[in-house]
């Protein structure tokens, strides 16, 4: 019986490991568009064409309180200051062989910020072009 554990999962963003996830987290990859497009010709005949531009959009849920806002704060401030925000960007999950990363991903939105009686969570979303390796394996700890 394999079992899943979401502490198995590493975000590393540039050279920082995240942490301080929001109690109901979430790590998502979200595929910019499809790996290949259909396309039918006035015969009728059906071909394809792969989409070189498949990368994926990563969305992080820290907790108002993880320090790794503020990293990712100063990594989108350097961005939209100089350009030069653009860093190494994994998502690996240790009980199995899912890895998704990037050597030239970047901060695309920031937070909405929300202040309540509670402590909330921060969204971070982050564009992860094609440039290196996805995988999509199974939870295989047992």
Not at 2 to 22: E, H, L, P, Q, R
Not at 77 to 103: E, M
Not at 110 to 139: C, D, H, K
């Amino acid at each position: 019986m394999a079992t899943y554990d979401i502490k198995d999962v590493i975000v590393t963003v540039g050279a920082d490991t995240m942490f301080g996830f929001s109690p109901d987290s979430k790590i998502t990859l979200t595929p910019t568009g499809p790996d290949f497009e259909e396309h039918q010709g006035c015969d009728g005949k059906w071909d394809r064409s792969q989409n070189p531009e498949a990368g994926y959009t990563l969305e992080i849920s820290l907790s108002q309180t993880s320090p790794c806002n503020e990293v990712l704060s100063t990594y989108s401030q350097i961005d939209r200051k100089s350009g030069l925000g653009v860093l190494p960007v994994v998502v690996k999950y240790l009980g199995g062989k899912t890895i998704n990363a990037c050597l030239d991903g970047y901060i695309k939105t920031r937070p909405t910020e929300t202040y309540n009686s509670t402590i909330g969570a921060n969204v971070w979303t982050i564009f992860m072009p094609p440039s290196g390796e996805q995988f999509l394996g199974a939870a295989v700890k047992s």
